[in-house]
């Protein structure tokens, strides 16, 4: 069973750094694209960065204006994850955090939420005043 498991959320005060992490098969590392999406109480679930595999040695990545210049999404061949380093964290970045991939994509960008066919349970973020 293809799995996506988050870990790494909390609560922070603004201005503080988390670090999300999203484990998954060699297989799904491997292929098409996988993203951080996060959504709001009230709000629809919108993504925040996204890595897409050109071939085996290039990725690209893909950011929302809102985080550009505070969050990092990353690889780590070794362990299989994709992590989302957020710094500068601010009240407005408060949410439940999800990793999604799309083993079959094969265009950049953050793409939508029906774009991506495997979905994580989730993380939540919480960052105070």
């Known amino acids: 069973q293809v799995q996506l498991v988050e870990s790494g959320g909390g609560s922070v005060q603004a201005g503080g750094s988390l670090r999300l992490s999203c484990q998954m098969s060699k297989n799904t590392y491997h292929s098409g694209s996988v993203a951080w999406f996060r959504q709001a109480p009230g709000k629809g679930r919108e993504g925040v960065a996204s890595?897409?595999?050109?071939?085996?040695?290039?990725?690209?990545?893909d950011y929302a204006d809102s985080v550009k210049g505070r969050f990092t999404i990353s690889r780590d061949t070794r362990k299989y994850t994709v992590d989302l380093q957020m710094n500068s964290l601010k009240p407005e970045d408060t949410a439940m955090y999800y990793c999604?991939?799309?083993?079959?994509?094969?265009?950049?960008?953050?793409?939508?939420?029906?774009?991506?066919?495997?979905w994580g349970q989730g993380t939540q973020v919480t960052v105070s005043s």
């Open positions: 999604a991939a799309a083993p079959a994509r094969t265009s950049r960008g953050l793409g939508t939420p029906d774009d991506f066919t495997l």
């Open positions: 890595s897409f595999r050109f071939d085996p040695r290039n990725y690209y990545y």
